[in-house]
C-alpha cells in the first residue's frame, strides 16, 4: 500500500519535528498544504511571506489572506516588501534570479534573529523535474542534474518527493483555502513554458514518469557520493596545506585522467575556471587567476590557493 501525503511528509519532517520552523508561504497551493500539515502536526512554526510588489493589487491581496490566515491561527507573521525590479535593474538580474536573492537573504537575516532552526520550503517533484530539465537544456554536472537538494544547510523541503497532482488533491480532501498567481499561468519563462507544456506530456506519455523520475534523482544522489569519496582521497593526496594556502603540484594534478572532470571536482569550491586552471599548468611562474574570495597564482611547478583578504 503507498504511503498517503501526509504520512510522506512525516516521515521526511520526523528527524527535525522538534525544531522551530520557518515556513516560507506564498499563498498558493503547495505553501498552504504545507502550512496545513505543520498546524494539523502541532509543530512549532512561524510564516515568512514575501511581497515582490510585481502583480500589483494581487500581491497585496496575497499578503492580507496570509496575515489574516496567521491570526486566526494564531500564527506569528512576518512579512516584507520589496522593489524587487529595482533592485534586478540595479544587479543586472532577471526577476526570478532577484526575486531569490532577495528571499532568501531575508530568510536567513530572520531565522538567525528569531532564532529558528530551519527554513522550510514547499518545493515538489514537479518542480525539482522542471529544474533537471532546465539544468539539462543549459548544460550541467551532478548537482545540477540532482537539481533542488532536500536539505542544504538551514534549509529543508519535506514536499520534494510528493507530486503536484498529490498536493491538489489533498488540498480538495481538505478543504485548504489558497490563492492563485496569474502569472504561474503565463509562458514567459523558461520554466513556465516546461510547467505548462513539457511536463504534461511527460505524465500523458508514461503515467508513472515521475515515479522514474524519483528513481533517477536516487541514482544521481548515490552517484554525487560516490565521486564526493573519490574527490576526498585525491584531494588528501594533492592538497598540500601550508599556514592559510594550499599547495598542488601541477605534475600530480596533470597525471588525474579525466583531466577536466578531476580539476573542476578538485576546486570548484574556490569558484575557479577549470578550464583556466588548466592553462596556467603551461603559463609562466607568477601568472594568477581570481575569483570573488581567492587567487591561485602558479609558482615553479606548483599552484597555490591563497584567500583575498
Given at each position: 500500500?503507498?504511503?498517503?501525503?501526509?504520512?510522506?511528509?512525516?516521515?521526511?519532517?520526523?528527524?527535525?519535528?522538534?525544531?522551530?520552523?520557518?515556513?516560507?508561504?506564498?499563498?498558493?497551493?503547495?505553501?498552504?498544504?504545507?502550512?496545513?500539515?505543520?498546524?494539523?502536526?502541532?509543530?512549532?512554526?512561524?510564516?515568512?511571506?514575501?511581497?515582490?510588489?510585481?502583480?500589483?493589487?494581487?500581491?497585496?491581496?496575497?499578503?492580507?489572506?496570509?496575515?489574516?490566515?496567521?491570526?486566526?491561527?494564531?500564527?506569528?507573521?512576518?512579512?516584507?516588501?520589496?522593489?524587487?525590479?529595482?533592485?534586478?535593474?540595479?544587479?543586472?538580474?532577471?526577476?526570478?534570479?532577484?526575486?531569490?536573492?532577495?528571499?532568501?537573504?531575508?530568510?536567513?537575516?530572520?531565522?538567525?534573529?528569531?532564532?529558528?532552526?530551519?527554513?522550510?520550503?514547499?518545493?515538489?517533484?514537479?518542480?525539482?523535474?522542471?529544474?533537471?530539465?532546465?539544468?539539462?537544456?543549459?548544460?550541467?554536472?551532478?548537482?545540477?542534474?540532482?537539481?533542488?537538494?532536500?536539505?542544504?544547510?538551514?534549509?529543508?523541503?519535506?514536499?520534494?518527493?510528493?507530486?503536484?497532482?498529490?498536493?491538489?488533491?489533498?488540498?480538495?480532501?481538505?478543504?485548504?483555502?489558497?490563492?492563485?498567481?496569474?502569472?504561474?499561468?503565463?509562458?514567459?519563462?523558461?520554466?513556465?513554458?516546461?510547467?505548462?507544456?513539457?511536463?504534461?506530456?511527460?505524465?500523458?506519455?508514461?503515467?508513472?514518469?515521475l515515479l522514474k523520475f524519483k528513481t533517477t534523482i536516487e541514482n544521481l544522489n548515490s552517484t554525487k557520493i560516490f565521486v564526493e569519496n573519490?574527490?576526498?582521497?585525491?584531494?588528501?593526496?594533492?592538497?598540500?596545506?601550508?599556514?592559510?594556502?594550499?599547495?598542488?603540484?601541477?605534475d600530480l594534478l596533470k597525471d588525474l585522467d579525466p583531466i577536466e572532470f578531476y580539476i573542476h571536482e578538485l576546486y570548484k569550491d574556490f569558484?575557479?575556471?577549470?578550464?583556466?586552471?588548466?592553462?596556467?599548468?603551461?603559463?609562466?611562474s607568477g601568472k594568477y587567476i581570481s575569483s570573488s574570495n581567492y587567487k591561485m597564482i602558479k609558482q615553479k611547478n606548483n599552484l597555490i590557493?591563497?584567500?583575498?583578504?
Amino acid at each position: 500500500m503507498s504511503k498517503t501525503l501526509e504520512q510522506l511528509f512525516l516521515s521526511e519532517i520526523n528527524p527535525y519535528k522538534d525544531c522551530n520552523f520557518l515556513l516560507a508561504i506564498s499563498g498558493g497551493v503547495d505553501s498552504m498544504v504545507l502550512s496545513n500539515l505543520f498546524l494539523n502536526n502541532n509543530l512549532s512554526f512561524s510564516i515568512a511571506h514575501c511581497n515582490f510588489q510585481l502583480r500589483g493589487k494581487e500581491s497585496d491581496d496575497d499578503e492580507l489572506f496570509l496575515s489574516k490566515w496567521c491570526t486566526d491561527k494564531n500564527i506569528k507573521f512576518y512579512k516584507k516588501k520589496f522593489s524587487t525590479e529595482d533592485y534586478c535593474k540595479k544587479n543586472k538580474l532577471t526577476i526570478q534570479m532577484g526575486a531569490r536573492e532577495l528571499r532568501y537573504e531575508w530568510f536567513q537575516e530572520l531565522i538567525s534573529k528569531e532564532k529558528h532552526d530551519f527554513v522550510v520550503t514547499a518545493h515538489h517533484i514537479d518542480d525539482q523535474l522542471e529544474t533537471f530539465i532546465i539544468n539539462s537544456i543549459r548544460g550541467t554536472g551532478i548537482d545540477g542534474l540532482i537539481g533542488i537538494p532536500d536539505k542544504i544547510n538551514k534549509i529543508i523541503r519535506p514536499l520534494l518527493m510528493i507530486s503536484k497532482d498529490q498536493i491538489i488533491e489533498f488540498s480538495k480532501l481538505n478543504k485548504i483555502a489558497y490563492r492563485e498567481d496569474s502569472s504561474n499561468n503565463k509562458e514567459d519563462y523558461l520554466r513556465n513554458k516546461i510547467r505548462h507544456s513539457v511536463i504534461p506530456y511527460l505524465k500523458s506519455d508514461d503515467e508513472n514518469v515521475l515515479l522514474k523520475f524519483k528513481t533517477t534523482i536516487e541514482n544521481l544522489n548515490s552517484t554525487k557520493i560516490f565521486v564526493e569519496n573519490v574527490i576526498s582521497k585525491v584531494k588528501k593526496r594533492v592538497f598540500i596545506y601550508e599556514e592559510n594556502n594550499i599547495i598542488s603540484s601541477i605534475d600530480l594534478l596533470k597525471d588525474l585522467d579525466p583531466i577536466e572532470f578531476y580539476i573542476h571536482e578538485l576546486y570548484k569550491d574556490f569558484q575557479f575556471n577549470y578550464k583556466e586552471i588548466i592553462k596556467l599548468f603551461d603559463s609562466d611562474s607568477g601568472k594568477y587567476i581570481s575569483s570573488s574570495n581567492y587567487k591561485m597564482i602558479k609558482q615553479k611547478n606548483n599552484l597555490i590557493i591563497s584567500e583575498i583578504k
